[in-house]
C-alpha cells in the first residue's frame, strides 16, 4: 500500500492526512472516541499528539494506532484489489 508522509490532528476527532501518491484529505474518527482505548481522545492533548510512526502506523502515544492502508481506502473509496491490484489475485 501507499505509506502516509503527514498527519495532522484537526477539530472533532478528525484527522488530516496525506500519502506518498498525493491522495491527500481528512478522516472522521469521531465513531471511535470514547470506545475502549480511543477513551483517551477524550483528552483533546491526547488527540492532537497523532503522529506517523517508522513503521508507517497512525498513532496516539504508544498503545494507540489505526492501520494506515485502511485509512488510505476509507479516504479514497477504493476496494483492496483497486488500491493494491498486483497483490490482489
Do not use: N
Not at 4 to 26: C, F, H, M, N, S
Not at 32 to 37: E, I, P, T, Y
Not at 56 to 76: F, H, N, R, S, V
Request: hydrophobic share 40%; with cysteine.
Amino acid at each position: 500500500m501507499v505509506r502516509p508522509t503527514a498527519v495532522e490532528p484537526r477539530g472533532k476527532y478528525r484527522i488530516w492526512i496525506q500519502y506518498l501518491d498525493g491522495v491527500a484529505g481528512e478522516i472522521d474518527l469521531s465513531h471511535l472516541a470514547g470506545r475502549g482505548v480511543f477513551e483517551a481522545w477524550y483528552k483533546r492533548a491526547c488527540f492532537e499528539t497523532v503522529r506517523i510512526t517508522p513503521d508507517g502506523e497512525i498513532a496516539w502515544g504508544k498503545d494507540l494506532e489505526l492501520c494506515p492502508d485502511a485509512l488510505y481506502l476509507q479516504l479514497t473509496g477504493k476496494s483492496v484489489s483497486e488500491a493494491m491490484p498486483s497483490v490482489v489475485r
